[in-house]
């Protein structure tokens, strides 16, 4: 489990006491085809790298280190290199895409398969699939793969803010009065905001990305984090490890009238927040 503050990723212990799942349902919303035409239908949609080659054949990508390419929606961009984090820069001209200016944060450890600043630095056709972003260039190609890319243009979410109600996350009750608040824009950009533990005139906040597919797949991914709480090392206070859970949705149900929405994570954990 990772939360993000300024930018800067740390590890924090996933936390996790099973707990009865409520099962009462709401109604599903039916999804629509999609498929991408520009580089501005794949901003903010965590690419995964599945496939790598040169021409001296192919390139082993082990799936304890994934690299993962997020395209900004303000032409910068960023990702994950095996346990280092990498960000800068992009632009588009017709099917060409450049990057520049890209660095990485220097965390010893293995090293990933692609040293992603200098792989990526320069030019490279660029191609879509409906899941799929696809680079070559000089007998070089780099196969990215998300199942994750249905647009949030029409998506209700979007639309005001919603407070979360109810959950049966395991320490629910010790941060219930906080006020987890919940907003997305239809760039995918995701933010979730709520009262300090520890001092009320704080606010703290966690800034990502809702990625949405098929099926009513999500899942959610912090990339920014402001928190002004103690943190109780190695366990984490309650409003720590309620927005860590959440990073583990698979799935999300709205109601009929679009005033509730539930995330539902891989633990059968549920989150339902009603809109304001």
Same mark, same amino acid.
């Given at each position: 489990?990772?939360?993000?503050?300024?930018?800067?990723?740390?590890?924090?212990?996933?936390?996790?006491?099973?707990?009865?799942? @409520?099962?009462?349902?709401? @109604?599903?919303?039916? &999804?629509?085809?999609?498929?991408?035409?520009?580089?501005?239908?794949?901003?903010?949609?965590?690419? /995964?790298? $599945?496939?790598?080659? $040169?021409?001296? *054949?192919?390139?082993?990508?082990?799936?304890?280190?994934?690299?993962?390419?997020?395209?900004?929606?303000?032409?910068?961009?960023? *990702?994950?290199? *095996?346990?280092?984090?990498?960000?800068?820069?992009?632009?588009?001209?017709? @099917?060409?895409?450049?990057?520049?200016?890209?660095?990485?944060?220097?965390?010893?450890?293995?090293?990933?398969?692609?040293?992603?600043?200098?792989?990526?630095?320069?030019?490279?056709?660029?191609?879509?699939?409906?899941?799929?972003?696809?680079?070559?260039?000089?007998?070089?190609?780099?196969?990215? +793969?998300?199942?994750?890319?249905?647009?949030?243009?029409?998506?209700?979410?979007? #639309?005001?803010?919603?407070?979360?109600?109810?959950?049966?996350? @395991? /320490?629910?009750?010790?941060?219930?009065?906080?006020?987890?608040?919940? #907003?997305?824009?239809?760039?995918?950009?995701?933010?979730? #905001?709520? +009262?300090?533990?520890?001092?009320?005139?704080?606010?703290? /906040? +966690?800034?990502?990305?809702?990625?949405? *597919?098929?099926?009513?797949?999500?899942?959610?991914?912090?990339? +920014?984090?402001?928190?002004?709480?103690? /943190?109780?090392?190695?366990?984490?206070?309650?409003?720590?490890?309620?927005?860590?859970?959440?990073?583990?949705?698979?799935?999300? &149900?709205?109601? &009929?009238?679009?005033?509730?929405? #539930?995330?539902?994570?891989?633990?059968?954990?549920?989150?339902?927040?009603?809109? &304001?």
């Amino acid at each position: 489990m990772r939360y993000i503050k300024s930018i800067i990723f740390t590890s924090l212990l996933s936390l996790f006491v099973a707990c009865q799942m @409520n099962t009462q349902s709401l @109604n599903d919303i039916g &999804e629509s085809a999609f498929t991408i035409q520009s580089i501005a239908d794949v901003y903010n949609v965590h690419w /995964r790298l $599945t496939a790598a080659s $040169t021409d001296t *054949g192919t390139i082993d990508l082990p799936s304890f280190l994934p690299v993962i390419l997020v395209f900004s929606d303000d032409d910068s961009l960023f *990702g994950v290199s *095996g346990c280092n984090f990498y960000s800068g820069s992009y632009s588009t001209n017709s @099917n060409q895409v450049t990057f520049s200016r890209i660095s990485q944060t220097e965390i010893a450890c293995q090293a990933p398969a692609l040293d992603m600043p200098r792989w990526l630095s320069g030019s490279w056709a660029i191609s879509f699939t409906d899941t799929s972003v696809i680079l070559n260039r000089n007998n070089q190609q780099l196969t990215f +793969v998300s199942y994750h890319t249905l647009p949030l243009t029409d998506f209700p979410v979007t #639309q005001g803010t919603w407070r979360l109600v109810v959950s049966n996350f @395991n /320490r629910y009750d010790e941060v219930k009065q906080v006020a987890f608040r919940l #907003q997305m824009t239809p760039t995918r950009t995701l933010s979730v #905001q709520w +009262v300090s533990l520890t001092d009320s005139s704080y606010t703290n /906040r +966690v800034r990502g990305y809702f990625n949405r *597919g098929q099926d009513n797949k999500a899942f959610i991914r912090w990339w +920014v984090w402001v928190y002004n709480g103690f /943190r109780n090392f190695p366990l984490p206070p309650a409003d720590v490890a309620l927005i860590n859970e959440l990073e583990n949705v698979t799935s999300y &149900e709205l109601s &009929e009238n679009n005033t509730l929405f #539930q995330l539902q994570t891989a633990n059968g954990v549920y989150f339902r927040f009603q809109k &304001e």
